[in-house]
């Protein structure tokens, strides 16, 4: 659970230093509720691989349930914009659902792909904004047909 908290704190911070409306508090919470939704339906004594096996059902029933759980709270930091025509939000709500099921490997005792998970969503959210403004101006000038060696 304590490396839930981590994984939720981690990836919160990268929000709320964006000033979004879910940050570390709410990812962090959610990171643990999912670790925790995982681990109360596998037994203490049954922690072994085959003892796993036995409870697998029970514990996709509960993925299930997080995964579709959890989109009530995504769709509540996204804001849709009309006059703009803009929607707010998506990323945060992205962050919220990757989180969960961070949270999720994370209380299956599945520590690597819980860890390799939340360095690729860090580095998702580190660099995402700036690849999109590069590949932006890179893409706007190939698709208006001119070249900057063109212009004036």
């Given at each position: 659970?304590?490396?839930?908290?981590?994984?939720?704190?981690?990836?919160?911070?990268n929000r709320w230093l964006h000033h979004k409306s879910a940050g570390v508090?709410?990812?962090?919470?959610?990171?643990?509720?999912?670790?925790?939704?995982?681990?109360?339906?596998?037994p203490?004594?049954?922690?072994?691989t085959e003892g796993l096996r036995l409870y697998a059902d029970a514990?996709?029933?509960?993925?299930?349930?997080?995964i579709t759980g959890i989109g009530f709270l995504g769709a509540g930091v996204i804001i849709h914009n009309a006059r703009g025509k803009r929607i707010k939000g998506l990323t945060t709500a992205a962050s919220i659902?990757?989180?969960?099921?961070i949270g999720a490997a994370?209380?299956?005792?599945?520590?690597?792909?819980?860890c390799v998970a939340v360095f690729f969503a860090g580095v998702v959210l580190l660099t995402g904004s700036a690849i999109e403004h590069w590949l932006g101006r890179h893409l706007s000038n190939a698709s208006d047909g001119s070249n900057e060696e063109d212009r004036p």
């Open positions: 659970m304590s490396l839930a908290v981590a994984a939720g704190l981690i990836l919160g911070a508090k709410t990812h962090a919470l959610v990171a643990l509720g999912a670790a925790l939704a995982t681990l109360v339906v596998i203490l004594d049954t922690l072994s514990v996709s029933r509960v993925v299930q349930g997080l659902w990757v989180t969960t099921l994370l209380g299956m005792g599945h520590l690597l792909i819980g």
